[in-house]
């Protein structure tokens, strides 16, 4: 797929992401909107995934660790074709779903249901041993938060993965740089990432997580590393797409109201207008 098929398929995640969360009156665009390149580039072009068939036995599984950026994934499965995006706006509602968090029994094509900041890493470290046991070629790919790294149960997980060489994992950490209480590096510096990933055992690949270029040479690579499994760290903007969104904190779990979701999707929309004239 091109670069630019991917920055429309982005595009309609995003509106998606504003769209839901609007209808909703609550959730998390910011952490949303930051991973939307990654959620577009991992459901369009890298894993090995079927919406007509969601429970293929050799699929690649993905698990979204910080689970309240579920409009973001919601979003990139429903443009995927998992179910109508026309459903996105039932976001949170009674009989939806679409919960809150993933939640494997409403939706098919959810392989975890997450939202325990650490649970969902540990997870997909467990779901690549059981690949492993099985002699089974699928790839699991686990999202987390560069505040939900604060948790210990991450670095467990990271070093059981190392331990059993689980090179048919691969972590991405979406970078943002803030976490619900600001700062990341003021409310409990996780950094260097990378230097940690690598003391326990990971082979690992910095990136900006909002370039596609960069995001496919560094899958590429995950694939090639044996005997380890590979982490990315993927830097990236909170809010990106929507200007006044970007960067700042406060949309960490805020929702839009009618003024700011008509901004948001006019911004969004006259950038689709910019890509369909290339």
Same mark, same amino acid.
């Given at each position: 797929?091109?670069?630019? =098929?991917?920055?429309?398929?982005?595009?309609?995640? &995003?509106? #998606?992401?504003?769209?839901?969360?609007?209808?909703?009156?609550?959730?998390?665009?910011?952490?949303?909107?930051?991973?939307?390149?990654?959620?577009?580039?991992?459901?369009?072009?890298?894993?090995?995934?079927?919406?007509?068939?969601?429970?293929?036995? $050799? &699929?690649?599984? +993905?698990?979204?660790?910080?689970?309240?950026?579920?409009?973001?994934?919601?979003?990139?499965?429903?443009?995927?074709?998992?179910?109508?995006? =026309?459903?996105?706006?039932?976001?949170?509602?009674?009989?939806?779903?679409?919960? *809150?968090?993933?939640?494997?029994?409403?939706?098919?094509?959810? $392989?975890?249901?997450? %939202?325990?900041? #650490?649970? *969902?890493?540990?997870?997909?470290?467990?779901?690549?041993?059981?690949?492993?046991?099985?002699?089974?070629?699928?790839? @699991?790919?686990?999202?987390? %938060?560069?505040?939900?790294? /604060?948790?210990? /149960?991450?670095?467990?997980?990271?070093? +059981?993965?190392?331990?059993?060489?689980?090179?048919?994992?691969?972590?991405? @950490?979406?970078?943002? *740089?803030?976490?619900?209480? %600001? $700062?990341?590096?003021?409310?409990?510096?996780?950094?260097?990432?990378?230097?940690? +990933?690598?003391?326990?055992?990971?082979?690992?690949?910095?990136?900006? #997580?909002?370039? +596609?270029?960069?995001? &496919?040479?560094?899958?590429?690579?995950? &694939?090639?590393?044996?005997?380890?499994?590979?982490?990315?760290?993927?830097?990236? @903007?909170?809010?990106? %797409?929507?200007?006044?969104?970007? #960067?700042?904190?406060?949309?960490?779990?805020?929702?839009?109201?009618?003024?700011?979701?008509?901004?948001?999707?006019?911004?969004?929309?006259?950038? =689709? =207008?910019?890509?369909?004239?290339?």
């Amino acid at each position: 797929m091109t670069n630019l =098929e991917l920055q429309k398929y982005a595009l309609e995640v &995003r509106k #998606g992401i504003i769209a839901s969360t609007h209808s909703a009156k609550s959730g998390h665009p910011g952490g949303s909107l930051s991973a939307a390149d990654i959620f577009t580039f991992l459901y369009f072009e890298e894993m090995n995934i079927d919406p007509a068939n969601p429970f293929m036995p $050799d &699929r690649d599984r +993905f698990v979204l660790s910080k689970g309240h950026t579920a409009p973001g994934l919601y979003a990139a499965m429903a443009y995927r074709g998992y179910f109508p995006p =026309e459903e996105l706006i039932t976001l949170r509602k009674v009989g939806s779903k679409l919960q *809150g968090h993933p939640c494997m029994q409403e939706l098919p094509g959810i $392989d975890m249901s997450t %939202g325990s900041l #650490g649970q *969902g890493v540990s997870a997909a470290v467990g779901m690549a041993l059981a690949a492993k046991m099985d002699n089974q070629d699928y790839r @699991v790919y686990t999202l987390l %938060g560069d505040g939900e790294i /604060q948790e210990g /149960q991450v670095w467990e997980a990271a070093m +059981f993965a190392s331990h059993k060489e689980l090179d048919n994992l691969l972590v991405i @950490v979406d970078n943002n *740089g803030l976490q619900i209480d %600001g $700062d990341i590096a003021e409310v409990c510096s996780p950094y260097p990432i990378d230097q940690k +990933f690598e003391a326990f055992g990971f082979h690992v690949i910095n990136i900006d #997580g909002n370039d +596609f270029d960069q995001i &496919r040479s560094a899958c590429k690579e995950a &694939r090639t590393i044996k005997g380890k499994p590979t982490a990315i760290i993927a830097k990236t @903007v909170k809010g990106k %797409g929507v200007s006044f969104m970007e #960067g700042e904190a406060g949309w960490h779990g805020k929702a839009p109201n009618d003024e700011q979701y008509e901004a948001a999707m006019k911004e969004l929309e006259n950038r =689709e =207008e910019e890509l369909c004239q290339k």
